[in-house]
């Protein structure tokens, strides 16, 4: 059964002051890794995919990295706009399905 | 704007009742998933339809059923209701691209079970 755990559940950081996010999975035959935002009482809102170990993506002050067991989202120099919590997804096998970390709510200071 | 349409937003409902939530996925994606989300679980994966068939099954309950319509429109019926149904319920359609699926999620119904 595919698995995702996120770290840490939960990242407060000072405007400007960069930090990374976890997400450590088990899967057979990884298909994608996803990263959503949700924001309070919203809908996850897409972010990235990765396909293959080694792949990066970039989008703004986002970077989301991928190995052959984890994926980490950088988030370089954050503002007040990027507090949300952060999804990490994984999609195995011949299956669509996602299955969802738990999440990581990260809280930037102005 | 994910593109993904879900009514209604908020549902407040009795034990034992049914709700009907719906679903409209994006112009011309033909996979529906359902989600359930709540405090403690997170996102958990329910069902999934294409292009009018089931195509997955997650924890769904058997209280639980959903089914897609010809226009594509999905409705996920929930039956005799518990309080521990309470949870944001959410839709999400995908295309499946060359390189994988690409899934985009609905704002969610959040259902409240008194």
């Known amino acids: 059964e595919d698995q995702v755990t996120q770290s840490p559940e939960a990242l407060r950081l000072q405007e400007g002051e960069s930090s990374s996010l976890n997400c450590s999975y088990t899967?057979?035959?990884?298909?994608?890794l996803f990263w959503y935002r949700q924001d309070p009482g919203k809908g996850p809102e897409f972010l990235f995919t990765?396909?293959?170990a080694g792949e990066e993506k970039e989008k703004e002050r986002l970077k989301a990295t991928l190995t052959k067991k984890e994926s980490f989202l950088h988030i370089t120099a954050p503002k007040p706009e990027d507090s949300a919590t952060y999804l990490c997804?994984?999609?195995?096998?011949?299956?669509?399905?996602?299955?969802f970390g738990k999440g990581i709510t990260l809280s930037v200071r102005p | 704007d994910s593109g993904v349409t879900q009514t209604p937003k908020h549902l407040i409902t009795a034990t034992g009742q049914r709700v009907t939530l719906r679903c409209s996925p994006r112009?011309?994606?033909?996979?529906v998933y359902w989600y359930q989300q709540s405090l403690d679980q997170g996102l958990q994966f329910l069902i999934q339809?294409?292009?009018?068939?089931?195509?997955a099954k997650g924890n769904i309950l058997e209280r639980f059923s959903a089914q897609q319509f010809p226009d594509l429109h999905s409705e996920l019926n929930l039956s005799s209701l518990e309080l521990g149904d309470s949870a944001l319920y959410f839709c999400?359609?995908?295309?499946?691209?060359?390189?994988?699926?690409?899934?985009?999620f609905g704002q969610g119904t959040r259902l409240t079970v008194v």
């Open positions: 999400a359609s995908s295309v499946e691209g060359r390189y994988g699926t690409e899934a985009f």
């Open positions: 899967v057979s035959g990884l298909r994608g």
């Open positions: 990765l396909y293959s």
């Open positions: 997804a994984v999609q195995s096998g011949a299956n669509s399905k996602l299955t």
């Open positions: 112009s011309g994606d033909l996979s």
């Open positions: 339809y294409y292009n009018g068939e089931e195509r």
